[in-house]
């Protein structure tokens, strides 16, 4: 067994943890099927050499793609013909550039395939690359020098619902589904047994709350697992982690991530239905315990609790049901007004630190907060925000709440230099 698969196997027998899978650390490839390679990248891409042509689903990220293109051309020299995006995010769609300057040469082109909203997520992006750089970098804790990009290798042909194609000899079934983005694309080749999922799957709990970008759909992210799963694939390619091999684990993979989504969904819906707020739902709905200790369905990246309130604003909107905040103070104002009657900012600072000593870091969170916005240059509040948020950093578990918790700590540790 090659080393993509050793590593598949441990983490599938709870051997290890997921972070192993790190691409940056990895970047493990192999031949997992007859003319399918696999690249372990950042996001991974799959390479299907078949009657003279070459198809790659998902290209990687730009940053990493001279690497990607010569990992691929150290297993093939066939051209490419067409390259799938599942999707637009940036990690999957940065690398057709070498292929497309190799191509040129031989007087060709790379036809670039992908769902209809595509380009206008390339739109968008185009009109947020200062937003997407600062959130980025909060929840990825890159350094200064990433810069989110403004231009893309935009499709040349997109779908609506479905498309069945064929390149070489090769058939491919594209189908469209709504998960962490509008605009997925999962695909199988029926010939070969292999599933590409996309994004679909990434060997953590789905990326279906991220609360610092736009919406995810966690009913609709149900109905495509199980669809995939009535494929009855051999060989699981997900959009980030590694293989998952034999047509009953990749059954249950896509199943019970199907089943944790829809009982967040489910759960939701029915408080929302009783008139519960939104905070109601948060601290009263607990995932199953069984699903979130399985090695693939791991809270590493995004976490339960945000997808819940992904589910409360496409089913209810942005106001949490509390008459409070439909029209809210200012926060300083506030802010303000719960020092005074804590007997200043020194004390709620301090009420903060027991709170946080004491095991409550959420209520510890709150206060300090309030007592930064009361008092923004003061540097002993600034010490205490800066000693709480990092104890909840090493709490979290998501990736996004380390980054969340981690940015604004160094923002206060900034302020006592």
Known sequence: MTALLELSERLWNGEGNTSDTDPLLT????????????????????????????????TGIDVLAARNHETIRAWTNTPVHTAIYTHGHIDHVGGVGPFDEENAQRGRSVKVLAHEAVPRRFA???????????INLRQFGADTGFIFPEHFRVPDETYVDHLDMTVGDESFELRHGRGETDDATWVFIPQRGVLCTGDFFIWASPNAGNPQ??????????????????????ILLPGHGVPIVGTDRVRRALEETAE????????TREMMNDGARLDDIIHSIDPPAHLLERPYLRPVYDEPEFVIRNVWRLLGGWWDGN?????????????????DLAGGVTALADRALAQAD??????AGHLVEMAVQAAPDDVGVHRARAEILRRRREHATSLMAKGVYGAAALESEQRLR
């Open 323 to 339: 008459p409070a905040t439909l029209h809210p103070a200012p926060e300083n104002a506030l802010a303000r007004v719960v020092a």
């Open 27 to 58: 970047f493990l490839s192999e031949e997992v099927a007859d003319g399918v390679f696999f690249l372990a990248s950042f996001g991974n891409v799959t390479a299907v050499d078949a009657g003279g042509e070459l198809t790659l689903v998902d």
């Open 124 to 134: 968008r992006y185009a009109g947020t690359a200062g937003y997407n750089t600062s």
């Open 213 to 234: 970008k736009v919406q995810r759909y966690a009913a609709d992210w149900a109905v495509a697992l199980r669809e995939m799963a009535a494929r009855d694939a051999e």
């Open 260 to 267: 944790l989504l829809d009982f967040l969904e489910q759960q």
């Open 358 to 363: 004491a095991g409550d870091l959420r209520v």
